[in-house]
């Protein structure tokens, strides 16, 4: 069955999202051998084509990509085999930094490079070929997507002009989506209910609320089972740090802060300290999980999950299914989002990325290995779909979605919805996961996920999109006093000076704020220590050229 779904829906693409001009073969690739059709016309070739093809992958957004039916898609759409050189996340940077210092990477590159490595391995040594001319002159989306949004090009191309990759981008609309504001806690309704508990709205209400979790037994099986607080390491917005250092002043992993066109430190304040020592004292009570500090998004879920007794309280992550099975409803019914905290000082806030989508700097890039650079863009041209963007993300047309019912709204309750959730796709919930490729492949997308339909129990696995929006929608009040960090252009040696720079420096700050929490290294001894090593690393360097950067953008 799934054959027949699988094929139905090429046929689909190839007919109607990109019917327009004959079918005929209309010359060669530019420096390749391959005949290709008019832009637009699909298959790209008649005979098929090839590309070598790096792609990392991940475990929690697809079972097997050699096997993944959207890429089975996509090559029966353009008639490109993409021959896969994989990597896990956890070694995607080193295995991409050793085949790019070897000499024998591949033809295409598909994951997210940054601004500073586009500038290296395209202007500084040339493995990255520019894609300028082969936008303007082979593609169709992306060159609409540059008409309808002309500040993304501008994003994406590097100071000598050109652009060496195609990014990542949810949306270029101006438009609140569930990731605007990552740095969520969810918290068990039931619990303080059955408690008689307000929500907390202060770190000390909060910490009495997860006393009462550990000690009053809410679950009600008579067990000392119970897990207040719990998170996740190094996955996305789940290290319980991030929510909870908000409450004592601005703190986002990027290290600094904007505010009045003045970029500041954020690290090495004596707030952060502050945060630390309250996040310290839930650790040394047992009501923060050890765990948290050190486990995976999959072992949180686990205990999410946990048969017959819930045992969480509450944890960070960016959504809800980081840390449990949304399709069991009465479950996840107990979750929702909690407020920001407000801290001992009045400081109540929480990071928030505005209403605008941020590109990455590259998720797709040609190398100068490449034999048929026309042929890749035209399969990075084909990605660039609304269609597409519904395919790769939420599964296959009348498995996971179909047309929406008449007269349905989408997420914000105004947009006529145009698609329906039948099943929501995530870690395996509603359906095969090898039919989606999440954060795996992802390019410019405009503003789908508006445009599913918002109907019935909002809990529902067809509504979670819905429910993520409604509840950031919550938390937008609470944004910080501080301006969005724009899209920074550097000279090729600055921008290998930042890349040395970024990463120890990131990974320092993470480290040492767990040693903190742990106990492993002493908040009253070692903190200046601490903060003579981010100086050490780079760390006022590091503002200062964001903000010359950033000065040469406002002129």
Not at 183 to 209: C, D, M, Q, Y
Not at 214 to 234: C, H
Request: hydrophobic letters at 35%.
């Amino acid at each position: 069955m799934k054959k027949i779904f699988t094929f139905c829906f090429a046929v689909f693409l190839s007919t109607a999202l990109f019917a327009g001009g004959a079918s005929a073969p209309t010359g060669s690739s530019a420096g390749g051998k391959a005949v290709v059709s008019a832009p637009g016309v699909f298959p790209i070739t008649r005979e098929k084509v090839t590309l070598d093809t790096f792609i990392v992958f991940s475990a929690d957004a697809c079972d097997d990509l050699p096997t993944n039916t959207s890429l089975a898609d996509l090559e029966a759409l353009t008639n490109v085999h993409l021959n896969l050189v994989i990597a896990n996340g956890a070694e995607e940077n080193e295995k991409f930094n050793l085949l790019m210092n070897s000499g024998q990477y591949p033809e295409v590159i598909i994951k997210s490079v940054g601004g500073s490595d586009l500038v290296r391995y395209g202007t500084t040594e040339k493995m990255f070929i520019p894609l300028n001319d082969l936008i303007d002159n082979y593609s169709i989306n992306l060159k609409k997507y540059f008409q309808d949004y002309p500040w993304v090009r501008e994003s994406m191309t590097s100071p000598d002009g050109n652009i060496y990759g195609i990014p990542s981008i949810d949306s270029g609309a101006k438009v609140v989506g569930h990731g605007s504001i990552s740095h969520k806690l969810w918290i068990n309704n039931a619990w303080l209910t059955k408690l008689g508990l307000s929500r907390p709205t202060t770190t000390e209400e909060f910490r009495n609320v997860l006393r009462a979790f550990k000690t009053r037994d809410p679950n009600g099986n008579g067990k000392a089972d119970e897990i207040p607080l719990s998170g996740a390491y190094g996955t996305w917005a789940a290290d319980p740090y991030l929510y909870l250092l908000n409450a004592f002043g601005y703190y986002n992993d990027n290290l600094v802060m904007l505010k009045n066109d003045t970029f500041q430190p954020v690290a090495n304040q004596n707030y952060i300290r502050d945060g630390l020592v309250y996040i310290k004292s839930l650790y040394d009570e047992d009501l923060l999980d050890p765990a948290s500090l050190s486990q995976q998004m999959e072992q949180l879920m686990a205990i999410g999950n946990q048969p017959n007794d819930i045992v969480l309280g509450s944890f960070t992550a960016g959504h809800l299914a980081m840390g449990l099975d949304i399709a069991n409803i009465e479950r996840a019914r107990q979750y929702t989002t909690l407020e920001p905290l407000r801290g001992p000082t009045g400081y109540r806030a929480i990071p928030f990325s505005g209403d605008e989508s941020r590109p990455t700097a590259g998720m797709f890039m040609i190398t100068d290995k490449c034999k048929e650079p026309v042929v890749a863009i035209r399969v990075s041209d084909a990605f660039n779909t609304e269609e597409w963007a519904i395919r790769t993300q939420v599964g296959i047309k009348g498995r996971n979605w179909d047309v929406a019912d008449p007269g349905t709204f989408g997420m914000d309750g105004q947009t006529p919805a145009k698609y329906k959730y039948l099943n929501f796709l995530y870690s395996g919930v509603g359906g095969e996961k090898n039919d989606t490729l999440g954060w795996i492949w992802r390019q410019m997308e405009t503003n789908w996920k508006l445009l599913f339909q918002v109907s019935g129990d909002i809990r529902d696995t067809s509504n979670y999109e819905g429910f993520l929006y409604q509840e950031t929608l919550k938390l937008v009040p609470y944004a910080a006093d501080v301006q969005v960090v724009p899209p920074l252009s550097y000279s090729e040696d600055v921008a290998s000076r930042m890349s040395r720079i970024s990463t120890p420096l990131s990974d320092y700050v993470k480290n040492s704020f767990v040693e903190f929490i742990t106990g492993k290294r002493n908040l009253n001894t070692d903190w200046e220590d601490y903060k003579q090593n981010l100086e050490r690393l780079g760390y006022s360097e590091y503002v200062n050229t964001m903000q010359t950067a950033y000065n040469a953008i406002k002129k």
